[in-house]
């Protein structure tokens, strides 16, 4: 099952020193076969993110207005748009229980 996810603004900050901050589209699902939440997305196309990455993966942190998760980045389609993952809590919100799902 999916989740709603996440779409707005976060500040991606690169192996731990360079910020930026871009437009994401995030959403995840739990694993039932392995017990875990796995979350992933696109970043929007950022010059300065091109260039500092270029075409290689990356480990990142991302921050949302509703919380923060380390990933990874890999490389970029064809329009600079990079994939993002990361395992573990995500950097949005995500319901726990029925009583804060909408019917």
Known sequence: MEDEGY?????????????????A????????LDGRYRWYGRLEAHEE???LVGDRSAG???????GHAAGR??????????????TSVPPFRV???LDEVEP
Request: proline fraction near 6%; glycine fraction near 12%.
């Open 60 to 66: 990142v942190e991302v921050r949302t207005a509703e």
């Open 25 to 32: 589209t995030l959403t995840g699902g739990f694993q039932p």
């Open 49 to 51: 993110l091109t260039r």
């Open 7 to 23: 779409e707005g603004l976060a500040v991606l900050v690169v192996e731990g020193r360079t910020e930026f901050t871009v437009r």
């Open 73 to 86: 980045i890999t490389e970029p389609d064809l329009w600079n748009r990079y994939r993002i993952e990361g």
């Open 95 to 97: 319901p726990f229980g």
